[in-house]
């Protein structure tokens, strides 16, 4: 961090200010690194332009006087003006040098712009590039109960959207302070020249901006509106594009266009109500300012005022005006956008209060087993309780099958195995050492996961396959492609594993996604294969060929069977049963299947009795 940096540091009297007045963007300013050497250079090139363009309207009405024969009576009058016509006189012979002095000066301020401005936008470039990484990787490496409290349109709108807005606030930022410098020295030069008319010029503008000040509470609240409208569209969005296959299979398209017409509408009006906010500060600001320049020129003779100093003054005022209007006009984009700061703000700040830890401890098998003791979980703080202090054992290289059905908190227990979710209380070890000691890296490398919950992304069949492993060579691919049984339906796609997945896998049913996704989890070669209900959409004898194959390639490694099957859990080495978040029995299939009482026993009781009234 750049201690000179007023922008990162808040020192001083303006930053403050400023930094009170718009509090996100000088957050983000401070939390986002700048090049060291940013305020060493904008600073002077920034005074120079300003400095430049003053002198070179102050050599306007002295090539006006000049032209009209004027200066050396002019010199004569006293005051500051006299002065500086008496030097101007001395070192200006004729009114071609003052004009080629004028026009060197314009080609300056050009440069000292133009550099002012190039380093400006490459810095904000800067400042979008590292806003938009820094967010991609925080929405990767946050706790993934943050992901979970936003919708996705909302994290879509963040990252494609609002990140490039803290460049542009930086830019507007970067245009008040050059604003501010040239309206700053003027003042000094208006009050060197005539404090009377320096003074009527600070009562007018006093007056004038306490007008423009009115527009900053309908700006603040075009920003609030354009967060929340550009929110809703967002979301309208993502809906049709997720929901696109139910939205056409429901015949719903006239609908949802016209709830998307709606929002479309809305978001029209608040742009247009931000850009008549804008367009009207021009008419204001100019108004105002020929009210004042009117006044200075009517009022000037009964002020004791002589014309050559109303005439330098006046022509000062002239340009002071479009920087007035300028500085309004970013300070106004600031306010509306401070709003949509607030949520690039927001997700910078979590990074440092929802924090976990990634565990340091070194791991590279399973030698005895996994156990959760007393482990509770709920995902809201006020909701009910997913798990109720669940305790039981995963013994490693064996076979274990959690049976329960839908909602009784089978998946929730494979979340914690992912370290999705830290449990709210209880502990889960592995081999006796807890699971968040544990190297976070060296823990999922020994895990492969595949199920209902597992997406595939977009990219191709092997893009998919290669998640579990990125430097596998296309004999890998192809091997365990044919051990979960898809060879055969690769061979048939256009571009066999180079073939695209499509938006939200539409190109495939949901056993081909199922047998990608355990083909991913098998060429991740785990010490721990989480099946996560992975087969419940193949049917019987393919699931049986694939189970097969599974306990030939992974003998003597630690499964975890998640099913709601009866028929799945028969052939393991242990079942745990759960039913609304509880174990309800623990032990091997053929101990349970003794006790007629047992959650098993009745399961597979229900089960025959319903294939009974079937028939």
């Given amino acids: 961090m750049n201690p000179k940096d007023p922008f990162k540091s808040g020192t ?29 250079v904008l600073v002077p090139l920034g005074v120079l332009s300003s400095l430049a363009e003053m002198i070179g309207i102050i050599l306007i009405p002295l090539f006006v006087y000049s032209m009209m024969n004027q200066l050396s009576s002019l010199a004569a009058s006293g005051g500051a003006l006299g002065i500086a016509l008496r030097f101007a006189i001395g070192h200006f012979r004729s009114s071609r040098e003052i004009a080629l002095v004028f026009l060197l000066l314009i080609v300056l301020r050009g440069i000292l712009a133009y550099a002012y401005s190039t380093t400006t ?35 879509v709108q963040l990252l494609g959207e609002e990140v490039y807005l803290v460049a542009k606030a930086y830019t507007s930022l970067t245009r008040i302070f050059i604003n501010s410098t040239f309206i700053v020295m003027l003042g000094i030069v208006l009050a ?19 007008v423009l000040r009115l527009l900053s509470y309908r700006a603040s609240a075009i920003g609030t509106d354009v967060k929340r409208i550009h929110r809703d569209l967002w979301e309208r969005m993502m809906i049709t594009l997720q929901g696109m296959k139910i939205i056409r299979a429901y015949a719903q398209e006239d609908i949802h266009h016209r709830q998307f017409q709606v929002g479309s509408a809305e978001a029209r009006n608040v742009i247009l109500r931000e850009l008549q906010l804008l367009l ?61 700061l607030a949520s690039v703000r927001a997700v910078l700040e979590a990074e440092q209060q929802e924090h976990e830890p990634s ?28 798990l109720h202090h669940l305790t039981f054992n995963i013994p490693a290289g064996k076979t274990t099958a959690i049976f329960g059905a839908s909602g009784s908190g089978k998946t929730t227990i494979v979340n914690l195995l992912l370290r999705l979710y830290p449990p709210n209380g209880g502990l889960i070890s592995v081999d006796g050492n807890p699971l968040q000691d544990l190297s976070r890296a060296q823990w999922l490398a020994m895990v492969g996961v595949a199920g209902q919950d597992v997406d595939l992304i977009s990219g191709s069949v092997a893009d998919n396959i290669r998640l579990a492993d990125s430097h596998a060579s296309q004999a890998s691919i192809a091997a365990v492609a044919e051990a979960m049984g898809i060879s055969e339906f690769l061979n048939s796609l256009p571009d066999r594993e180079n073939t695209w997945v499509g938006q939200q896998e539409i190109r495939f049913s949901g056993g081909q996604r199922q047998r990608i996704g355990l083909a991913r989890a098998v060429l991740r070669k785990p010490k721990l294969l989480i099946l996560d209900e992975a087969m419940n959409a193949m049917d019987t004898a393919l699931e049986q060929q694939i189970w097969r194959a599974i306990e030939t390639r992974f003998a003597g490694c630690t499964i975890l069977l998640i099913t709601h099957r009866i028929e799945t859990v028969l052939g393991v080495d242990n079942v745990i049963c759960l039913a609304d978040g509880c174990i309800t029995g623990e032990g091997s299939p053929r101990e349970m299947l003794r006790d007629p009482a047992s959650t098993l026993s009745l399961a597979l009781l229900a089960k025959e009795d319903a294939k009974r009234t079937t028939d």
Avoid at 19 to 24: E, I, L, M, T, Y
Avoid at 122 to 150: A, K, M
């Fill in 12 to 40: 001083g009297a303006a930053a403050l200010v400023w930094s009170r007045a718009f509090p996100n963007l000088f957050a983000l300013l401070r939390m986002i690194p700048r090049p060291r050497w940013a305020v060493l």
């Fill in 280 to 340: 009207l500060l021009d008419p204001l600001t100019e108004v105002g300012y020929l009210i004042i320049l009117g006044s200075i020129i009517l009022g000037a003779q009964s002020l004791g005022i002589n014309f050559g100093t109303t005439l330098t003054c006046v022509a000062l005022l002239y340009r002071l005006q479009p920087h007035v209007r300028e500085l309004e006009g970013h300070r106004l984009m600031l306010l509306q956008l401070e709003p949509q």
């Fill in 121 to 155: 936008s490459h810095i904000s470039e800067n400042i979008s590039q590292i806003t938009r990484e820094r967010i991609h990787y925080l929405y990767l490496t946050l706790p993934y109960r943050f992901v979970q409290r936003h919708d996705q349109a909302t994290l």
């Fill in 192 to 210: 060197v020249i005539s404090w009377k008319i320096m003074f009527c010029v600070v009562l007018g503008s006093l007056l004038l901006s306490a």
């Fill in 359 to 386: 565990g340091t401890l070194e791991i590279s098998t399973i030698q005895r087993g996994i156990r959760f003791e007393n482990v509770s979980f709920n995902y809201q703080p006020e909701a009910t309780p997913t």
